[in-house]
């Protein structure tokens, strides 16, 4: 038996139409105050960083090969410039 699966959504505020969900608690500063770009830039980079490889201990405890292990300052440093690049 297959299984059809949707095409993701590649933003937070896709995914959160998609799924049919109103904004809640989480997301009411990125809405009240317009700042849906950065919130999507936050996942994204968050994404980017993942998808190179790195990780944080409690994250690579389950499959550590290939992966580069970061502290969590660290993993933030990379995620905020990540976030700079994007919105740049």
């Known amino acids: 038996m297959s299984r059809r699966t949707a095409p993701r959504p590649s933003t937070p505020t896709e995914y959160r139409q998609s799924a049919g969900h109103h904004p809640d608690r ?3 500063p ?3 105050f ?3 770009a950065e919130a999507d830039a936050i996942v994204k980079a968050v994404r980017k960083v993942l998808e ?3 990780r944080t201990q409690d994250l690579a405890r389950t499959n550590p090969e290939g ?3 970061l502290g969590t300052r ?3 440093a990379k995620v905020r410039e990540t976030v700079k690049d994007l919105l740049a």
Do not use: N, P, Y
Request: negative net charge; glycine residues 16%.
């Open 52 to 54: 190179q490889g790195f």
């Open 26 to 28: 989480r997301d009411a």
């Open 67 to 69: 992966l580069t292990v």
């Open 34 to 36: 317009g700042l849906e």
């Open 30 to 32: 990125a809405h009240s």
């Open 74 to 76: 660290e993993m933030g």
